[in-house]
């Protein structure tokens, strides 16, 4: 199994910008995708972004989309989420989550293998 730990959150002004990285350990031989999450206060857990098995194919929600990159590094151990013009509405807990499959996209897929996350807080 690949086990996931989420690092790189913290408090920001509106408008900044923030790198996410989840580092993966484990089974990391076998191709997995790798997706971003985020939970708000209040709110249900949502989907950002994610990034298939060699880096090749992302997707993002349309609530990120051009604000939000996500890449993997060549190792492809850890995986970035590099987010700019952040907004208060982006504050929330952000988990990544790996699916183990050579699929050449990673949308639609189940993910079964989470992170603990991190807090990321967007002040006005």
């Known amino acids: 199994q690949v086990q996931l730990v989420e690092s790189g959150g913290g408090l920001v002004q509106a408008g900044g910008s923030l790198r996410l990285s989840c580092g993966a350990s484990g089974r990391t031989s076998s191709g997995y995708a790798v997706s971003w999450h985020r939970q708000a206060p209040g709110k249900e857990r949502e989907f950002v972004a994610c990034?298939?098995?060699?880096?090749?194919?992302?997707y993002y929600a349309d609530s990120v989309k051009g604000r939000v990159t996500i890449f993997r590094d060549n190792a492809k151990t850890t995986v970035a989420l590099q987010m700019s013009s952040l907004k208060p509405e982006d504050t929330a807990v952000y988990y990544c989550?790996?699916?183990?499959?050579?699929?050449?996209?990673?949308?639609?897929?189940?993910?079964?293998?989470w992170g603990q996350g991190t807090q990321v807080t967007v002040s006005s």
């Open positions: 989550a790996a699916a183990y499959t050579y699929t050449p996209t990673c949308a639609s897929l189940f993910y079964n293998f």
């Open positions: 990034i298939n098995w060699s880096g090749a194919s992302t």
